[in-house]
C-alpha cells in the first residue's frame, strides 16, 4: 500500500494526496452482495433534519459485508476491492461450495490465499476463529463484543488490538484506542491489522472532495447567534465561552459515560489515564 502526490497543476491538486490503490486487484464489484444505500440527508423519519452539515455526495451502493465469519471451511480469496462505504478494502472471497462473501480485508492478504473461520484453525493472517485458541500477543481486528454478534471493534483502516492474557472465560485485550478490557473467550475475531493503513495520510486537496463525501460546510459555533448555540453571539469577534455542543454538553475531555453502567466492570485501564 503506498500514496501518491499529485503534480500540481491546479490548485486543488497542489497538495493532494491520494492513495496509490496498488493493493487493489479489480474495480467491478461482485453485483450479487451490493445493495441499495439511501441517503439520508441527516434527516430523521419524519423529514426534519436532525443532523448538520449532512447531504449530496457521490451515489454509492452498499457492499454486504459478511461480520459474523460463521461459515466453517476454507475460503479463496479472488479479489481485493476498494469499498466506498468504509476506509478498510474489502476482499471477496469463494467457498468450497461456490458461495461468495465480503470480508474486511487484512493487511498483507494476498488473491488466491486460502482463509479459514472457526475453531481449530490455524492462527494466519485473514483467519477468523475464538480469541480462546489464539496464542497471547496476537495481533488481532474485526473483534466481537458479544459471541455470534458479529464484528464491532477495531474495523477501520489500519486498526488492530492485541491479546494481552487469558483467564478463565475472558481474555483481555488492548483496543486501538489505548483502553484495556476483558472480553469472553469464545467471541471471535480476525488476525492481521485492518488492510490500507496509508488512509491517514491522505489529503483531500480541496473542499469539493468533502462534498463529493456527503460533508457539507460546517459552520463555527462562535460566528453562530446565542439562539443557535451556546457559544454564539457577542460584540465583534468574541471568543465563545467554554467549547461545548450545541445542546449545551461540555467538549474537550469531559466524561459523558455513565458511572453506573453495567459493563464498567470489564473495563481494565481507561483509554486516558
Not at 491538486?13 to 491520494?18: K, M, Y
Not at 476482499?91 to 494476498?110: H, N, P, S, T, W
Amino acid at each position: 500500500m503506498s500514496v501518491r502526490k499529485l503534480k500540481p497543476v491546479t490548485p486543488g491538486q497542489r497538495f493532494r494526496v491520494v492513495n496509490g490503490f496498488d493493493a487493489i486487484t479489480t474495480d467491478k464489484p461482485e453485483k450479487s452482495l451490493l445493495a441499495p444505500n439511501k441517503r439520508s440527508g441527516g434527516r430523521n423519519n419524519s423529514g426534519r433534519m436532525t443532523m448538520k452539515f449532512i447531504g449530496g455526495g457521490h451515489k454509492k451502493k452498499y457492499r454486504i459485508i459478511d461480520f459474523k465469519r460463521d461459515k466453517a471451511g476454507a475460503a479463496e480469496v479472488l479479489s481485493i476491492q476498494y469499498d466506498p462505504n468504509r476506509t478498510a478494502f474489502i476482499a471477496l472471497v469463494q467457498y468450497a461450495d461456490g458461495e461468495k462473501r465480503y470480508v474486511i480485508a487484512q493487511a498483507g492478504l494476498q488473491v488466491g490465499q486460502k482463509i479459514e473461520s472457526g475453531s481449530g484453525v490455524a492462527p494466519e493472517v485473514g483467519n477468523a476463529m475464538p480469541m480462546s485458541e489464539m496464542p497471547l500477543g496476537t495481533t488481532i481486528s474485526c473483534i466481537e463484543l458479544r459471541p455470534s454478534q458479529g464484528a464491532v471493534m477495531a474495523r477501520s483502516a489500519g486498526a488492530f488490538a492485541q491479546l494481552m492474557a487469558k483467564e478463565g472465560k475472558y481474555v483481555t485485550v488492548k483496543m486501538p484506542s489505548g483502553e484495556t478490557r476483558l472480553l469472553l473467550a469464545n467471541c471471535v475475531a480476525t488476525i492481521g491489522v485492518v488492510s490500507n493503513s496509508d488512509h491517514q495520510l491522505l489529503v483531500s486537496g480541496k473542499a469539493g472532495r468533502s462534498r463529493w463525501l456527503g460533508r457539507r460546510p460546517r459552520t463555527r459555533p462562535v460566528v453562530m447567534n446565542p439562539v443557535d448555540h451556546p457559544m454564539g453571539g457577542g460584540e465583534g469577534k468574541s471568543s465563545g465561552g467554554h467549547p461545548r455542543s450545541k445542546n449545551g454538553i461540555p467538549a474537550k475531555g469531559f466524561k459523558t459515560r455513565s458511572k453506573t453502567k453495567a459493563s464498567n466492570k470489564y473495563i481494565l485501564e481507561r483509554r486516558k489515564k
